[in-house]
C-alpha cells in the first residue's frame, strides 16, 4: 500500500508516463534535478542525511564510530523525515517520546513498537504516523528501545532548540510588483539582490517541478487529480507546519502521496518556501534567475 504511494515510485511512475516527461523536459533545470535526485536517491544515503540534521548529540552517548543499533535503524528507515531527537518535525520529539513513556517498562516497548509497525493518531495530535510493516517487529522494537534510552535533554525540546528547517525566527519584507508589501520569516531572494531567488527557494523550483507538479500543476498553479493549488492553500491560511504535515504524512485515501523517506524536512521546506513566494507574487511562474545564474 505505501509501496505503491511512496516518492521513491514516483520516479517510475514519472517516467512510465509519457505526458510527464513531456512536462518535465520543457524544464531543462527540473529535468537536470531529476536526474541528479534519481542517482543520488537510494534510500539509506537519503535516510542518513535526514538523519545528520535529526540526530544530534543530545541525551544519548552517541558517537559516530559507535552507534546503537536502534539509531542506526532509524536513520535506515525513514523516522527522520518525520522526527528529530529534541524538536518537533511532524511527530514529536524522541526524548519527549522517552519522558512520556519512562519507568514503564517492557509495556512501553510492546505498545510503541505496534505503533511504529501500524502507524496510527490520536496520542500526540491529529497527525497520523505512516505505517511501518516492513520494518518487521525486532526492528521497531531495535529502535524503540533506543528512543526509550534518550534522556530528556532537562529543557523543554521546544525551548531547547527551534525547529531545524522551521522559521529563521527572522522578518523579511518585500514588495510585489503591484507594490503590495508582504513579510515573510524567510528570505525569498539574495541579499542585496532582489531579483535573485535564494538558493532555498531555487531548489525548492525545481523538487516542484520534478515532484510535485505530475498533480500540483508546473510552478504550482493547480493540476490534476483534484490535487488543489497549493498558492491558494497557503494564501488561505495553512502554516508551514500544516504543509510538512500534510507532505510528510501524505493523505493516501485522498491521492497525496506520503514524501517520508524521500525527502528530507529540509527539502519540504525549501519547497514550501518556492510555492510560499508564488503564493504572495514575489516569483512568477517559470525558472526564477538565482545565484546559479
Ligand atoms: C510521516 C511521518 C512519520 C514517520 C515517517 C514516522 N513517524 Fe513516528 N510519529 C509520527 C506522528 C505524527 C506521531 C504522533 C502520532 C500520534 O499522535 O499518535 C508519531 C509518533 C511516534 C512515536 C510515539 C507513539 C505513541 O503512541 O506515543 C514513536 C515511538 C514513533 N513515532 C517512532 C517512529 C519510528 C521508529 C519511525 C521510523 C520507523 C517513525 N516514527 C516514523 C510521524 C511519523
Ligand atoms: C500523485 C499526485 C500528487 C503528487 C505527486 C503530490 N500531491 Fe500533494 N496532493 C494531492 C492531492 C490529490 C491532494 C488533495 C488531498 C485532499 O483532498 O485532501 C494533495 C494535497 C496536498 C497538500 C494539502 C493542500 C491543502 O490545501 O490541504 C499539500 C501541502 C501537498 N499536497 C503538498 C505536496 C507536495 C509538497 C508535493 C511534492 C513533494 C505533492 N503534494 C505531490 C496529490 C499529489
Redesign the pocket.
Known amino acids: 500500500m505505501k509501496a505503491s504511494m511512496t516518492g521513491r515510485n514516483g520516479i517510475p511512475k514519472m517516467r512510465n508516463h509519457a505526458w510527464t516527461i513531456v512536462a518535465v523536459g520543457a524544464f531543462c533545470s527540473a529535468c537536470t534535478a531529476m536526474v541528479a535526485l534519481a542517482l543520488a536517491i537510494s534510500p539509506p544515503s537519503r535516510a542518513a542525511g535526514t538523519a545528520a540534521s535529526g540526530a544530534p548529540s543530545s541525551g544519548s552517548s552517541t558517537n559516530s564510530n559507535h552507534e546503537p543499533a536502534g539509531l542506526k535503524?532509524?536513520k535506515a528507515?525513514?523516522?527522520?523525515?518525520?522526527?528529530a531527537i529534541d524538536h518537533k518535525?511532524?511527530?514529536?520529539a524522541?526524548d519527549e517520546?522517552a519522558k512520556?513513556?519512562a519507568g514503564q517498562g517492557d509495556a512501553a516497548v510492546d505498545?510503541?513498537a505496534k505503533?511504529?509497525i501500524e502507524?496510527?493518531?490520536?496520542?500526540?495530535?491529529?497527525?497520523?504516523?505512516?505505517p511501518?510493516a516492513d520494518?518487521g517487529e525486532a526492528r521497531?522494537r531495535t529502535?524503540?528501545e533506543w528512543?526509550l534510552s534518550l534522556k530528556p535533554s532537562g529543557v523543554s525540546s521546544a525551548a531547547a532548540k527551534p525547529a531545524a528547517a522551521g522559521p529563521s525566527g527572522k522578518t523579511y519584507t518585500y514588495k510585489t510588483p503591484d507594490g503590495t508589501g508582504v513579510k515573510l520569516d524567510f528570505a525569498v531572494f539574495l541579499p542585496g539582490q532582489q531579483e535573485k531567488v535564494s538558493d532555498e527557494v531555487f531548489t525548492g523550483y525545481e523538487q516542484f517541478n520534478a515532484y510535485c507538479n505530475r498533480c500540483h500543476g508546473d510552478d504550482a498553479v493547480g493540476g490534476a487529480y483534484a490535487a488543489p493549488d497549493l498558492r491558494h492553500s497557503l494564501s488561505g491560511g495553512m502554516t508551514y507546519q500544516q504543509f510538512i504535515?500534510t507532505a510528510?504524512?501524505?493523505r493516501e485515501a485522498k491521492g497525496m502521496p506520503?514524501w517520508?523517506?524521500f525527502f528530507t524536512p529540509e527539502q519540504i521546506r525549501d519547497i514550501y518556501e518556492y510555492v510560499k513566494a508564488r503564493s504572495v507574487g514575489l516569483v512568477p511562474a517559470g525558472r526564477p534567475p538565482s545565484g546559479q545564474d
Open positions: 535503524d532509524a528507515s525513514d523516522c527522520f523525515a518525520c522526527h518535525v511532524v511527530g514529536p524522541y517520546v512520556r513513556y505498545k510503541l505503533k511504529v502507524g496510527g493518531s490520536g496520542d500526540w495530535g491529529s497527525v497520523a504516523m505512516t511501518h520494518l521497531a529502535i524503540v528512543i504535515d510528510m504524512a501524505g506520503s517520508a523517506g
